[in-house]
């Protein structure tokens, strides 16, 4: 590719700031929950690059057309693949991309399409534009693509910290994962945290279910607790992880679990997931086959789902935490069978389809 710079790059980071700053300097951006993607483009050859410098393009075939027709002929874009349907941002239909059968792909790319949003430009032409100020690159993305139409979308964006709070309250509950504030003078700098994101944070009681050894220290120390809710039916739901343990208290929890290993299996509410891994079920259970290394370890062990512990987490994914979740205290003064979805807090969906068309 004749580019300014080659692929694959790293993009630029966020770190997590605890409220929207006040300052004028900063721009303000929804931020998508979807993939990250940076977007090559040098004439027919468009080459798509996950965040961890991984290509993307083959799970998704159906951006390729679309971007060849709308996005510059040469130039560097960073964004977000996302899939939005039914009024919300459907993080799990992206998971399912990701996959070894090419058949397999393309029908889910048939029923469920992608999107490309695109948040800023990095080349254009000949022109490097990573060393110039972001109120700079943003006036040549929106030159580039303020016509754009679906599935390519520029991203939202504005200077009104007013709107920018009306956004993070509002976003939520359509999968959406909180702001981005990026101030109007920063350069784009691969690799850096450099950029700020507001998330939100809640606590949950969840019950404690299972756990995961600590990669190269089996018997030695805990990796992540598993965690589970109980749904309506009374069937104790897989909801994620919680793995924010310091070196040390990891060895503790060895034996401070240990008790809770005794017999666990028997009566367990997952026993069937522990003796059959069946990694293409449509609900995600703690045995299940990691789409993005077929390699890594997931197996875990069972407790007698007999202890409550209270988590931080910022938003849900349909029935689980979206990311890991950091533990706050135990609690004993709960009993497991309280630990329901019905304490969590359930946003309205922000209207997704006032972006993405219907």
């Known amino acids: 590719m004749k580019l300014p710079f080659q692929p694959p790059i790293e993009p630029m980071l966020a770190k997590l700031t605890s409220g929207i700053p006040e300052s004028e300097n900063f721009i303000f951006e929804p931020k998508w929950d979807g993939f990250r993607a940076i977007v090559f483009r040098d004439g027919d050859d468009v080459q798509i690059q996950s965040r961890d410098l991984k290509p993307l393009q083959r799970y998704f075939p159906e951006l390729a057309a679309p971007l060849r027709a709308q996005i510059p002929e040469r130039c ?60 700079e690159r943003r006036a040549s993305l929106e030159a580039a693509l303020g016509k754009a139409t679906p599935p390519i979308y520029l991203t939202p964006a504005t200077r009104d910290r007013a709107l920018a709070t009306d956004w993070f309250n509002r976003f939520e509950g359509a999968g959406l994962d909180g702001v981005v504030a990026k101030d109007e003078n920063l350069v784009y700098s691969p690799g850096k945290r450099t950029m700020l994101k507001i998330k939100h944070e809640r606590t949950c009681d969840c019950v404690l279910a299972g756990f995961r050894w600590y990669k190269g220290s089996k018997e030695e120390a805990i990796g992540s607790f598993l965690l589970g809710l109980y749904d309506d039916s009374g069937d104790l739901q897989h909801v994620g992880i919680c793995s924010s343990f310091k070196t040390e208290r990891r060895k503790e929890l060895v034996a401070e679990l240990a008790p809770l290993r005794e017999n666990a299996l028997a009566n367990h509410p997952w026993a069937d997931w522990k003796e059959h891994d069946d990694a293409q079920a449509a609900q995600r259970k703690p045995g299940m086959k990691s789409r993005w290394n077929a390699n890594k370890d997931l197996s875990w062990e069972p407790l007698r789902p007999e202890r409550v512990c209270e988590v931080s987490f910022d938003h849900m994914q349909g029935r689980r935490f979206r990311h890991a979740t950091h533990f706050k205290r135990w609690r004993p003064d709960k009993e497991p069978k309280d630990c329901t979805y019905a304490q969590l807090d359930v946003t309205p969906p922000y209207e997704v389809a006032k972006i993405f068309g219907g």
Do not use: N
């Open 76 to 135: 560097v874009l960073d964004g977000e693949i996302v899939i939005a349907r039914d009024g919300a941002l459907q993080f799990e239909a992206l998971l399912q991309r990701i996959h070894p059968a090419e058949s397999r792909i393309k029908m889910l790319a048939s029923q469920w399409p992608a999107s490309y949003v695109a948040f800023d430009m990095l080349a254009l032409g000949e022109d490097d534009l990573r060393a110039r100020p972001q109120k």
